[in-house]
């Protein structure tokens, strides 16, 4: 779902964080192919372009990674779950 920068930015109070395809996938524990795939394929990833390359919100990256077993496995043990245990109850 791409989201236009200026109706983003008028109608949202707060600031969402913004990741390349690279970060996301180095947080989420998966690699690049994975996030390019869900970006084709999904309307899960809220995304925008920004001079020619995809920024991808990091709370719909999270539900994302939280869609099915093997994405959440993956995301806790290589990603960024594994630093917070609260995540892992």
């Known amino acids: 779902m ?13 600031n969402p964080i913004w990741l390349s395809i ?3 996938a180095n947080i989420g524990g998966v690699g690049d192919k994975t996030i390019r795939r869900a970006l ?5 990833l809220i ?6 390359r995809y ?3 990091f709370i719909s ?5 939280n869609s099915n077993i093997k994405l ?3 995301f806790e ?10 995540w892992n109850k």
């Open 40 to 44: 084709k394929e999904k309307d899960v």
């Open 22 to 24: 690279s970060e996301a």
């Open 61 to 65: 990256l999270l539900n994302f990674l």
């Open 2 to 14: 791409e989201v236009d920068n200026k109706q983003d930015s008028q109608n949202n109070s707060f």
């Open 77 to 86: 043990k290589k990603g960024l779950g594994q630093y917070i245990k609260e």
């Open 47 to 52: 995304y925008k372009i920004v001079k020619d």
């Open 72 to 74: 959440k496995n993956k």
């Open 55 to 57: 920024r991808i919100e």
